[in-house]
């Protein structure tokens, strides 16, 4: 089954990319590109920022302001800057309480989409076959560790094809990462084998001396 190998393929490297990257990262990006959208949270969140804004505007004029000779104006911001700070609290807390449930449902579509998926994967298939091996190719035994735990003898089960997929990805990823090194470190080493090496000149001239005395 074509289909099935490349989807436990698939489903391995997107969960390898998933671990790599961070759920945070992913929860972060997803908040991003969720409140560019046209949602009743995005004007929320956009709200908090104008206010946030107002609250620093209003701070530095307070700060600017002298509360003996200017009270009146000064009596006016700190009104202004208190009610400021009200409605952006406010609005923080809305935020942050729809934020924590927004991430408590990517996390668990994330975990339903990847981990569950391939749970669910293995027991659905647990019982079919992947590919089958050529006749006497190997030891009966390795046969057995091959179809673990339920799939025919002789061929490669769900499971052990799931392994060596994560297995590939995470060599594959390890000899990516390792190219990136090398190819960053190599401007490095060519600079500093550019500098010229300064020569001592006093042991130069102290030789000069001793010839000139013998």
Request: glycine share 6%; proline share 4%; with cysteine.
């Amino acid at each position: 089954m074509p289909s099935l190998l490349f989807t436990v393929f698939v489903l391995q490297l997107t969960i390898h990319l998933v671990n790599t990257v961070g759920a945070n990262a992913i929860n972060e990006l997803l908040w991003t590109i969720y409140n560019k959208l046209p949602t009743s949270t995005s004007s929320d969140v956009h709200s908090q920022v104008a206010l946030r804004r107002e609250v620093v505007r209003l701070k530095r004029e307070m700060n600017g302001t002298s509360s003996q000779d200017q009270f009146a104006k000064w009596a006016k911001l700190r009104r202004q800057h208190d009610k400021a700070v009200a409605d952006y609290d406010q609005k923080t807390q809305n935020v942050q309480s729809f934020k924590s449930k927004f991430d408590s449902t990517i996390s668990i579509g994330r975990w339903l989409g990847t981990n569950g998926l391939r749970f669910f994967l293995q027991f659905w298939y647990q019982k079919q076959a992947m590919y089958w091996l050529p006749r006497d190719w190997v030891p009966w035994y390795v046969e057995w560790i091959l179809a673990f735990p339920r799939a025919p003898t002789g061929s490669v089960s769900i499971q052990i094809w799931g392994i060596a997929c994560a297995s590939v990805v995470q060599l594959a990823s390890a000899a990516v990462v390792a190219t990136w090194a090398l190819v960053l470190e190599k401007p490095a080493s060519a600079g500093r084998e550019k500098q010229p090496m300064k020569m001592g000149g006093g042991q130069g001239s102290g030789q000069e001396k001793e010839i000139k005395e013998l």
